[in-house]
């Protein structure tokens, strides 16, 4: 089994930052990859950015230059540092990691992102 915690969400100003946390507990021998997804109001979820063992990492055409994913892997801990903030970034953000060979999804409970205009 596998436990993610959040944190980081919150209310910020269009333009502004905000760092999303994620910290992974419990059996994580066959961990893939771990990664952010989101979900607006009347949406499906979608990619924001994901993050392999090794570091590659992958973004979607909407964030890319203005969102960073990272890791430790020490701490099991996997942080999206979004910059440059848009009202259209508003949505519910949830913490991914993709477990095993098919792989198996766990995700977070989610933590609400809003941009102000």
């Known amino acids: 089994q596998v436990q993610l915690v959040e944190s980081g969400g919150g209310l910020v100003q269009a333009g502004g930052s905000l760092r999303l946390s994620c910290a992974a507990s419990?059996?994580?021998?066959?961990?893939?990859?771990m990664g952010w997804y989101r979900r607006a109001p009347g949406t499906q979820r979608e990619l924001v950015a994901a993050?392999?063992?090794?570091?590659?990492?992958n973004y979607a055409d909407s964030v890319k230059g203005r969102f960073t994913i990272s890791r430790d892997n020490v701490k099991n801990t996997v942080y999206l540092q979004m910059n440059s903030l848009k009202p259209e970034d508003t949505a519910v953000y949830y913490c991914?990691?993709?477990?095993?060979?098919?792989?198996?999804?766990?995700w977070g409970q989610g933590t609400q992102v809003t941009v102000s205009s």
């Open positions: 993050i392999t063992t090794v570091g590659t990492t």
């Open positions: 419990g059996s994580l021998f066959s961990v893939n990859s």
């Open positions: 991914n990691l993709k477990y095993g060979p098919q792989p198996f999804n766990y």
